[in-house]
């Protein structure tokens, strides 16, 4: 039997992965993810996305986009010069970033909450996505609750139940509980991928360096107990 027939057997590998859906590398990390996992077909994983704020202190409302930019680079030209690698790395993961579209920096806590909602629904990985497009490329504004009901929507949810749930205070303890708990241990920056609560890959790393940790947890599952 194969080490990924084995792994497999044992259920499927959890893979953690702590994001914030206004983080241009974790919009790449997700692409080189979902690479790794096309790279071992026959390894049986469950993705879990877990909330991590880059900015809590931003308004619930939002911030304009250039001003947030300028206080936290110094000036429009800096930024820019930061962002240009961004943009080569997301050409490579074919993500056509539209950063210029962006007029609003978010608080995300409220987009954590939805993401928090999918994941009963089996739908997190669609309503991130969609999350991650709206911002990055169609540059729309998370903080806005019709936006995120929408995003909810196009990932299969149904709209009146998000609505209701963003209308008032819902899991919002909760998600602020989480994220200090992340905090706690240790993760200062995201993405972070914490595979079958074994190995941590810090940063958007390469897929072959996402699929090697997958391969190792799946591995040292199939050794006999007491070997691993």
Known sequence: M??????????PIEIDVISDVMCPWCYIG????EKALAMLPGIDVDVRWRPFQLDHTIP????????YLRNKFGSDADAERIYEPVRAAGRAESIPFEFGKIEVSPN??????????????????????RLFQLYFIEGANLTDTKVLADAAVDAGIDRAVVEHLLAGDTDKAETQAEIARIQQMGVTGVPA??????????????????????????????????NA
């Open 2 to 11: 194969t080490t990924e027939a084995l792994a497999a057997d044992d259920g």
């Open 30 to 33: 997700k692409r080189r993810l």
């Open 60 to 67: 619930e409302t939002g911030m304009d986009r250039q001003e």
């Open 108 to 129: 995300t806590l409220n987009a954590h909450r939805v993401i928090r909602w999918a994941m009963a629904e089996g739908l997190q990985d669609e309503v991130v996505e």
């Open 193 to 226: 991928f914490i595979i079958g609560n074994r190995y941590a890959v810090l940063g958007a790393r390469e897929p072959e360096v996402l699929a090697q940790a997958i391969q190792e947890v799946a591995r040292e599952r199939a050794l006999p107990a007491g």
